[in-house]
Nanobody
């Protein structure tokens, strides 16, 4: 289970920090991602962090957003600075989790958290 938090309404230029905690039967977590979906648009990948700590970002958020993870807490974060109205949407965490030593890994989605940026 993935539980996201940090929803909010901010003005353009403001900041928000999203968190997502994985719980349940977890052996290991590989990639941890954040996606977002704006009204009337398809869900898009915002940022990725691998188990080794390598990161990748959508061009639209590079230099403004930072993804990080705390492995001992099974948590992924998204620090969002310099927010713009076009960052408005529902943000979803998405994690590749292995539930046991003999299990393969699969992806899980969080429930989504609303971010609204006013102009």
């Amino acid at each position: 289970q993935l539980q996201a938090s940090g929803r909010g309404l901010v003005r353009a230029g403001g900041s928000l920090r999203l968190s997502c905690v994985a719980s349940g039967s977890i052996y290991s977590i590989n990639d941890m991602d954040w996606y977002r979906q704006a009204p009337g648009k398809q869900r898009e990948l915002v940022a990725v962090i691998t188990s080794a700590g390598n990161t990748n970002y959508a061009d639209s958020v590079k230099g403004r957003f930072t993804i990080s993870r705390h492995n001992a807490k099974n948590t992924v974060y998204l620090q969002m600075n310099g927010l713009k109205p076009e960052d408005t949407g529902v943000y979803y965490c998405h994690c590749q989790i292995r539930t046991g030593v003999t299990s393969g890994s699969r992806y899980y989605w969080g429930q989504g958290t609303q971010v609204t940026v006013s102009s």
